[in-house]
């Protein structure tokens, strides 16, 4: 079996969410499991940093855009058996400060970044000289490949194409554009219905690999659920109930390569679920390094987030504003984007000085040291596709307390699910007072060391590895090819 994965970005080489942590992990373990995968990337300047050996000079083509013929370049490189990555090479569209956007700017020539994107994907898929059976897209920067795959099915001689999975790591980032972008893709007018990419009279990347891939997942069962109503559909329920039956959802995993508790080079301690020591040491050092009072039995709250509305990060920082002045605690909270979140997040930290510490920025070092000398990690989301860091909090014994929405109803048990199982602490209301609520029991937790330690054992053991999941995607790769 051989799969093409195609996504805009791709760890260790590119990455802005979980996006990227996602597509990296299941290309590794599918390879380690047997698959060949070949994985089709931008070169951006990020990468170019990091970039593996490439070989080079690379495989030249050109693509029209419109009126224009625009060259590029694959480079690929062989990281580990079983595994190709292919590196789109464009500098005028790549060779940038960042992926998508600068601060909240969308760079404006996205549309053309994207459909270059997606029809170097497609070159790829159809003329590799060991062509993929499965072609599988995630997000909307990757929804037009069926759509292109689909036109070349029906209107070209293209011996045993591919079939598409389309995967929605998050519906609510769609890629809308202008109708007139659409002469981009150089399709004819009449392929541009609702049943492709119009919606609402716009252009709608995602929908086209919607309506057009040959069967879609998303990353998490309760999400695909969601995702069919009017509260999570995002305009899209009514074709994502439609295509109910051809819609699944995976839960990703973790690569517990990296995020590990022992012998991690991020992490100066190592510690396990019976030896906590480490853990204690990493707290305290975190204490120090924050300028917070270093108080081990201090129980400490952490957010590691995008900073949008999406994380719920508002009504959090509205709950802890309530709770600071009358409970012991620590809360620290690293993230950034949205410019008056970043600025409550740090207005919060200076008027509790003692208590709270913010870091505004993206820190990948801080954020494993953060899960790691935590008590209690906070995950708010209004909605979560599947969300990682509640994940990586179980097995860095940092108990979450999460909304039950998406894949954090799906990854965290609850005591009064199953006592005996339980693994953190829910609550359902965006609200600050249900989340205070649920801070609350989480203190009350933390005075009960017994009870405490049950439920972050039981998280410390839970095993949310990749193995797992790529047997669900090979499962759904083998019967797709089949029918
Ligand atoms: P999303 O993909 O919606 O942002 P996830 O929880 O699925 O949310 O994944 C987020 C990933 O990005 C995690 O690996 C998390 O640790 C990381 N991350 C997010 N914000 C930051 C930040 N400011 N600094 C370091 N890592 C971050």
């Known amino acids: 079996m051989h799969v093409l994965l195609v996504a805009s970005e ?52 050109a693509i029209p855009l419109e009126d224009s013929l625009v060259e590029g370049e694959f480079h690929v490189a062989h990281t580990e058996p079983n595994l190709r990555i292919w590196f789109v090479e464009q500098p005028e569209f790549f060779d940038r400060a960042e992926l998508y956007n600068e601060g909240i700017q969308d760079y404006p020539d996205n549309a053309e970044r994207f459909v270059f994107f997606s029809k170097a994907a497609v070159l790829l898929a159809r003329y590799l000289p060991d062509p993929p059976q499965i072609v599988h897209c995630h997000d909307w920067q990757t929804g037009l490949v069926p759509l292109f795959i ?64 040959d069967f879609l997942s998303t990353v998490s069962r309760t999400y695909a659920d969601e995702i069919t109503t009017p509260e999570f559909g995002c305009g899209l329920d009514g074709l994502l109930g439609r295509r109910r039956s051809d819609l699944v959802g995976i839960l990703n995993g973790v690569d517990y390569g990296e995020w590990n508790t022992s012998n991690n080079p991020a992490l100066a301690y190592s510690f396990g679920p019976d030896a906590l020591d480490g853990k204690t040491e990493i707290k305290k050092a975190l204490q120090s390094e924050l300028g917070l009072p270093v108080l081990p039995e ?123 199982t339980a693994t953190g602490i829910k609550f359902h209301e965006p609200t600050a007072a249900a989340l205070a609520h649920a801070v609350r029991k989480a203190l009350a937790l933390y005075e009960n060391p017994e009870a405490y330690r049950f439920i972050q054992r039981n998280g410390m053991q839970a095993d949310f590895s990749w193995e797992r999941r790529v047997r669900e995607y090979i499962r759904l790769y083998e019967n797709l090819v089949v029918v």
């Open 150 to 213: 689909q036109y070349q099915r029906t209107t070209t001689v293209w011996k045993n194409p591919p079939r598409t999975l389309f995967t929605i790591h998050n519906l609510a980032y769609q890629g809308w554009f202008p109708p007139s972008v659409w002469g981009l893709t150089n399709l004819p007018d009449s392929w541009f219905h609702l049943e492709s990419a119009s919606h609402f009279g716009r252009f709608n990347f995602l929908k086209a690999g919607l309506c057009l891939a």
């Open 298 to 420: 201090c129980p400490l709250f952490s957010n590691i987030s995008r900073l949008t509305w999406q994380k719920g990060c508002d009504f959090l920082y509205e709950a802890l504003e309530a709770l600071l002045p009358d409970n012991s605690f620590q809360f620290v909270g690293l993230g950034n984007g949205d410019p008056d979140l970043e600025t409550a997040l740090s207005e919060l930290a200076s008027r509790h000085p003692e208590k709270v510490a913010a870091h505004v920025g993206f820190n990948a070092a801080l954020a494993q040291r953060l899960e790691a000398g935590s008590d209690f990690f906070i995950m708010p989301s209004r909605f979560e596709p599947c969300g990682l860091n509640q994940m990586y909090s179980l097995r860095y014994g940092a108990i979450p307390l999460v909304r039950a929405t998406g894949g954090l109803e799906d990854s965290v048990v609850d005591p009064r699910d199953d006592a005996n």
């Open 10 to 61: 791709f760890h260790p080489y590119s990455k802005t969410g979980g996006l990227a942590d996602a597509a990296g992990a299941l290309a590794r373990w599918l390879a380690r499991a047997g698959v060949q995968v070949s994985v089709v990337t931008p070169f951006y300047r990020m990468v170019q940093r990091k970039a593996p050996t490439l070989q080079r000079p690379g495989w030249r083509f």
